[in-house]
C-alpha cells in the first residue's frame, strides 16, 4: 500500500496527530482500533472504528448540538476530501418477506395498471414542468422589458441634458435591488437552491442523497431566484435551474404528497422508494432541458449522459414523452401569451431562431477551422473552469456567511451594469436602425439620428436576445473592436458570476460567450480574403463559437449536439457541432475537469464515475472494506438495537444479520441485512416477539407503514423506549433483506466498483470461505480512490 499517495492530512481528527509511529491510519479512513466486544443476552456488537454519515434531515437534539459546539467547524476547501455529511440512497429492493409477499399478491392486471401509473406520473411530470417554464419566461420578459424601458426613457432623457450619470446609478439600483431579493431568499432560505442544481441532480442520479435537494421549498425558492437573478442583469441563464426545478417537481409528484406541506393524496404510494423516485427524477430533469431548449430528444440523452446511472428501455420511452409534454405544453400557453393560440412553433425559453438561408451553408474546406475553433473553445472553457475553481475555493474558506453571499451578489450587480454602462458609453461602433430592425430595446446615446449604438444590442438586453442577434443579425451590424472588448468583459463577468448565492445557469452565458468570439472569428476570416462571399455569414462562426464553448466549460457531447440541432432548426449543422464538441472536450479534459465535475468534487461528495480508476487492479475487497462491522443477530435484543442506533460515534446505516448455525463457539454467518431506517420504523411500531406471544400487538406490520414512514424517517432520539422494552427480543428475520449482495475477500477494486455501481448498491457485505461477514465497502470506501498526479490516489473523509 506504499504507492498510494496520501495528501492531505487527516480532517476533524486532531487526536490521531499524536499517534504512535505503528499505528497507522487504516485505507477506510479509521484508526487502528481493536474491535469492541459488549456482551448482552447472548448478542455480540462489534463497533466500527470509522467516522459516518449524520443524516441532515434529521431534526437535532439539544444533547447533540452541545456535542457538536465541542468539536470546531471545518470546511472542506479542495477536492481532496471526502464529506461525511452525504448518505447514500437505497437504488437496491429491500426482496424482504414483507415485499415479496406483496409483489406475489399482486395480479397481472395490478402490474398493468402500476405501469400505466408510470406514465401518468411521467405526463404530469412533463406538464407542470412546462407551466413552471412558462410562468418563468412571462414573468422575465415582463420585468426585464419594464426595467430595460425604464432604464432607456433615463437614458434617453440625460443624453441631451446631460447627467447620464444618473441613468447610470438607476441601472446600478435596479439591478442591485433585483439582485438582492434573489439572493436573500436562496442565502437564508434554502442554500441549495444556488446556482443551476445540474451538480446537485447529477448526484442524486448516482446515488447520494443531497439533503434538501428536492424539497417543495427548493422549487419555490428556485423559481423566484431565477427570475430576479435574471431581470438584475447578472450574467446568467434561466435554462440551468429548469432541469432542476424539473426534477424536484417530479420527486414530488411520483410520491403523492407532500412532506413540507404534511399533506398526502393517498396515490402513488408503490413508487416510495428510492428506485422509482430515482426514474421519474431522470424525467423531470429531461423534462427542464426540454422546456428549456424545446429539445425533447436533446432532453433524453441529457438525462442518460450527465445524470442516470441506470438505464432500460421502457424508462427511455418514458422519460421521451414527459420531454415531448413539457415542450407542448411550454408552446401551447406561450402562444395563447402570444396571442396567437394553437401556434406551437417557439421551441423553448431559449430560441435560437432559424438557420435556414443559404450564406449559413459551410464546405468541406471549412471542417478544419471548425475544428480550431473547437480547439479555443476547449482551451478557454477549462481556463473559465480553473478561474472559477479557484474562485470557489475563495468563498468557501470567507464567503460562507449568508450575509456576506448577499453583499457578494449585490456587489457583482452593482459591478455588471457599471461596466456594461462604461462599454456602451465609450463604444463608437454605430449602426444603421433599419425599418426591419430586431433590437428590441436600441440606445441612440451620442450616435447620429437613425443609427443605434452596437455594444448596447449585447448589454443592454436579456442574454437570450442577446443570442439570437448575434447568430441573426446581418453582416456589418458588429464591429471587430465591440466584439473583442465584449468576449473579455463578459468572459470574466460570466466567471465571478457562476458561484454567487443566487439561482441560476451557466448554458447562455458560455453561448454568449461563444457567440461572442465566433462571430469575431467570422469576420476576421472574411476580412483575410478577397473573396468575402466564402465567410458570407458570421452567423454561421457564432453557432460553432456558441457550441464550442459551451462545450468546453461543461464538457457534453452526444446530448449538447442533438440540442443545438434541435434548438437551431437545422440538422444540417450536425456535423460540424458534433466535431466541435469533442474537441473542445479533449482538448479541456487535458488542462482542467467540466465545470459541474469541479464543483462536485469541491463539495466533497462522494461521487462514483463510470469505471474504477486505472491503476486500482491491485487493491481488493480486504484492503477497500470497512472492518470489522456492527453486525446484529437474527434474533436481537432491542436494548442492544438501541443502543446501536444512538451511538452518536458511528451512525451506521447498515447492518449484516447473522446466526449461530452449531455451536456458541463457532462464529456467527450471515443471513441478511438489515438498515437503520427499517430498525427505526420497527422500533416505532414496538414489533417485539413478546408482545406478538401475547397478543397486544393491533395487527401486522406491512410494507405500507415502512413506505409512510419514507423519506423523512424519525431519528433514533424521537422515540422512546422504557427500560422493560429493552429487555425484549425483536425478530428481524421478516424485514431484513435476507439476500444480500456479497463478494470475497480477494475480488478486485474494479470488479467490486463495478458491482456497486452498475446494481446502484448501498451496502456490499465481505465474507470469507465460510460466508462469515470479516467486512462491509459503501460508497465512501469506493469513491476515495481516483488516479492524480502521482498515480492512485485516496482522499481522506471530513466531517462537515
Known amino acids: 500500500m506504499a504507492n498510494i499517495t496520501k495528501k492531505v492530512s487527516w480532517s476533524s481528527r486532531g487526536d490521531e496527530s499524536g499517534a504512535a509511529g505503528e499505528e497507522t491510519p487504516l485505507l477506510n479512513g479509521s484508526e487502528q482500533s481493536r474491535p469492541l466486544r459488549q456482551m448482552s443476552s447472548g448478542s455480540t456488537v462489534f463497533q466500527i472504528g470509522r467516522l459516518s454519515t449524520v443524516d441532515l434531515d434529521e431534526e437535532i437534539t439539544t444533547e447533540e448540538q452541545d456535542s457538536a459546539r465541542g468539536r470546531p467547524k471545518e470546511i472542506p476547501h479542495n477536492e481532496k476530501l471526502l464529506s461525511l455529511k452525504f448518505e447514500s440512497l437505497d437504488y437496491d429492493n429491500i426482496e424482504n418477506q414483507l415485499f415479496l409477499e406483496e409483489e406475489r399478491r399482486m395480479s397481472f392486471m395490478a402490474f398493468r395498471c402500476l405501469e400505466i401509473s408510470r406514465w401518468v406520473i411521467c405526463g404530469l411530470i412533463g406538464f407542470l414542468t412546462g407551466l413552471i417554464a412558462c410562468f418563468i419566461d412571462i414573468a422575465v420578459e415582463q420585468l426585464a422589458g419594464l426595467k430595460y424601458k425604464l432604464i432607456k426613457e433615463n437614458i434617453v432623457k440625460f443624453t441631451e441634458a446631460g447627467g447620464l450619470s444618473i441613468s447610470l446609478l438607476l441601472w446600478v439600483a435596479l439591478n442591485s435591488f433585483c439582485v438582492m431579493w434573489g439572493s436573500i431568499i436562496v442565502a437564508f432560505i434554502e442554500p441549495i437552491a444556488a446556482g443551476s442544481g445540474i451538480p446537485q441532480i447529477k448526484c442524486f442520479l448516482n446515488g447520494v442523497k443531497v439533503p434538501r435537494v428536492v424539497r417543495l421549498k427548493t422549487l419555490v425558492v428556485k423559481v423566484v431566484g431565477v427570475i430576479f437573478s435574471v431581470v438584475g442583469g447578472l450574467a446568467v441563464g434561466k435554462e440551468g435551474p429548469m432541469i432542476h426545478s424539473g426534477a424536484v417537481l417530479a420527486a414530488g409528484v411520483s410520491q403523492g404528497r407532500s412532506t413540507s406541506l404534511k399533506k398526502d393524496f393517498k396515490i402513488f404510494e408503490y413508487f416510495r422508494r428510492d428506485t422509482e423516485k430515482r426514474d421519474f427524477v431522470s424525467a423531470g430533469a429531461a423534462a427542464g432541458v426540454s422546456a428549456a431548449f424545446g429539445a425533447p430528444v436533446g432532453g433524453v440523452l441529457f438525462s442518460l449522459e450527465e445524470g442516470a446511472s441506470f438505464w432500460n428501455q421502457m424508462l427511455t420511452w418514458r422519460i421521451f414523452f414527459a420531454s415531448m409534454i413539457s ?55 477549462a481556463f473559465f473552469n480553473f478561474l472559477n475553481y479557484w474562485l470557489t475555493i475563495f468563498r468557501i474558506r470567507y464567503v460562507h456567511r449568508p450575509c456576506l453571499q448577499v453583499m457578494e451578489a449585490m456587489l457583482v450587480a452593482a459591478v455588471t451594469a457599471t461596466v456594461a454602462f462604461i462599454m456602451i458609453y465609450f463604444s463608437t461602433d454605430c449602426q444603421p436602425l433599419g425599418p426591419d430592425h430586431t433590437e428590441e430595446y436600441p440606445l441612440q446615446l451620442f450616435c447620429a439620428d437613425g443609427e443605434y449604438n452596437s455594444m448596447a444590442t449585447t448589454f443592454f438586453n436579456t442574454p437570450e436576445r442577446s443570442v439570437r442577434s448575434l447568430f441573426h443579425n446581418p453582416t456589418g451590424t458588429y464591429n471587430s473592436l465591440t466584439l473583442g472588448l465584449f468576449t473579455l468583459t463578459y468572459f470574466f463577468l460570466a466567471c465571478w458570476t457562476y458561484g454567487l448565492a443566487v439561482s441560476a445557469g451557466v448554458f447562455i452565458p458560455s453561448l454568449l460567450i461563444g457567440a461572442a468570439w465566433g462571430r469575431l472569428c467570422g469576420i476576421l476570416l472574411a476580412s483575410t480574403t478577397s473573396t468575402a462571399s466564402m465567410w458570407a455569414d458570421p452567423g454561421k462562426y457564432a453557432l460553432i463559437g456558441a457550441a464550442a464553448q459551451l462545450g468546453g466549460i461543461v464538457r457534453m457531447t452526444l446530448s449538447l449536439t442533438v440540442i443545438m440541432v434541435e434548438a437551431t432548426g437545422n440538422v444540417t449543422y450536425g456535423l460540424p457541432i458534433m466535431l466541435v464538441l469533442m474537441t473542445a472536450k479533449i482538448v479541456g479534459d487535458y488542462f482542467q475537469e467540466g465545470l459541474y465535475d469541479l464543483h462536485i468534487k469541491l463539495g466533497s461528495v462522494p461521487f462514483l464515475h463510470w469505471e474504477a480508476p486505472a491503476t486500482s487492479h491491485w487493491l481488493t475487497a480486504r484492503e477497500v472494506m470497512s472492518s470489522p462491522v456492527t453486525c446484529l443477530n437474527r434474533i436481537e435484543k432491542v436494548g442492544t438495537i438501541v443502543d446501536t442506533l444512538s451511538n452518536t460515534s458511528t451512525n451506521h446505516n447498515g447492518f449484516p444479520v447473522v446466526v449461530q448455525v452449531s455451536g456458541d463457539d463457532e462464529p456467527a454467518k450471515l443471513c441478511g441485512l438489515i438498515l437503520r431506517s427499517q430498525l427505526i420504523v420497527l422500533l416505532k411500531h414496538k414489533v417485539f416477539v413478546e408482545l406478538a406471544r401475547s397478543r397486544l400487538t393491533q395487527r401486522k406490520l406491512q410494507l405500507k407503514d415502512f413506505r409512510d414512514a419514507y423519506p423523512r424517517f424519525p431519528p433514533i432520539q424521537s422515540i422512546h423506549v422504557s427500560q422493560d422494552e429493552r429487555e425484549c427480543m425483536m425478530d428481524l428475520t421478516e424485514f431484513m433483506n435476507p439476500t444480500p449482495y456479497t463478494v470475497p475477500q480477494d475480488t478486485s477494486l474494479p470488479r467490486v466498483f463495478k458491482l456497486f455501481r452498475a446494481l446502484g448498491l448501498r451496502h456490499l457485505v465481505v465474507v470469507d470461505d465460510d460466508n462469515r461477514v470479516v467486512g462491509l465497502v459503501t460508497r465512501k470506501d469506493l469513491a476515495r480512490y481516483h488516479v492524480g498526479k502521482h498515480g492512485l490516489e485516496e482522499l481522506h473523509l471530513a466531517q462537515t
Open 327 to 381: 415542450t407542448f405544453t411550454l408552446n401551447f400557453f406561450l402562444s395563447i401569451y402570444h396571442n396567437k393560440p394553437g401556434e406551437l412553433s417557439n421551441p423553448g425559453l431559449i430560441n435560437f431562431g432559424r438557420f435556414e438561408s443559404e450564406a449559413m451553408e459551410y464546405n468541406l474546406y471549412e471542417i478544419p477551422l471548425f475544428i480550431a475553433m473547437g480547439a479555443i473553445g476547449g482551451g478557454l472553457g
